[in-house]
């Protein structure tokens, strides 16, 4: 097999499993934060004494990839920027809003949301080690994606590749949206990620604590944890039996 063709199977292939990542980089991230705690760790010593302030500086750089997320998803028609997995959907070709910057918005929010994690381990070898593996595999699935993308929409998707960054955004590009933003979809599609966000840093804070981190349990993280994981379950609930969330071309 040549290399184009290998480098794209394996990017599809990663693409169908991109949802166990988070999973992965939890458990070693988790692990890591208990062996520095344990066994300790010149930057832990560091933020020791303020580990609270840490741990929201963390929450703040997921929240801005959450927030990245929420625009792109906001700003799309259907057919596109979805959560498939089976394989790649592109029933058009975004060029606005979030995509008018960068070529993979969707991607740079997931790096923002997975590097606050990782600094939550208070190890900067964890961090590089997170920002080598993030880059290794996604890499490969936005080299697939680009080879679906090119194949279906040639020149139009040449035109815009060839002045938009693949992964660093530049602002100074920026084209507003053609399409209004919409709760709703973002609603229907995005309804886990700020609970799942919180439930994991409630629960590095809880075993920090567990394990002798010097810190007591953040009430405030906890709360947000409770109260995002009532309103997941709610707007469940109302996705799955009622159209309040379905909208026409979204």
């Given at each position: ?12 292939w ?34 020791q ?6 741990e ?44 008018s ?21 208070c190890s ?51 084209r507003?949206?053609?399409m ?71």
């Amino acid at each position: 097999m040549a290399l184009q063709e290998k480098l794209e199977a394996e990017g599809n292939w990663l693409f169908r499993y991109r949802s166990w990542l988070p999973l992965a980089l939890l458990v070693a991230g988790l692990s890591v934060f208990v062996l520095t705690i344990r066994y300790g760790g010149a930057f832990f010593h560091c933020v020791q004494p303020f580990f609270h302030v840490y741990e929201c500086f963390c929450l703040v750089v997921s929240l801005l990839g959450f927030a990245v997320r929420v625009y792109t998803v906001g700003h799309t028609p259907s057919g596109t920027s979805g959560r498939n997995v089976k394989a790649q959907v592109a029933d058009c070709l975004n060029t606005t809003g979030a995509y008018s910057v960068v070529r993979h918005p969707l991607y740079f929010g997931n790096f923002l949301m997975y590097l606050g994690i990782a600094m939550l381990t208070c190890s900067a070898g964890f961090v590089l080690a997170f920002v080598l593996v993030f880059w290794l595999y996604y890499e490969r699935i936005m080299y697939a994606e680009e080879c679906f993308l090119r194949r279906k929409f040639g020149d139009a998707w040449l035109a815009w590749a060839g002045v938009t960054p693949a992964f660093v955004p530049c602002l100074r590009l920026f084209r507003p949206s053609l399409m209004r933003f919409s709760w709703r979809k973002v609603v229907k599609k995005e309804k886990n990620g700020l609970f799942a966000l919180l439930l994991v840093f409630s629960l590095f804070d809880a075993v920090g604590y567990a394990v002798g981190g010097g810190h007591a349990l953040s009430v405030l993280l906890l709360g947000a944890a409770a109260a995002s994981g009532l309103l997941y379950v709610v707007l469940t609930v109302v996705k799955r039996h009622t159209v309040w969330l379905d909208e026409a071309g979204r």
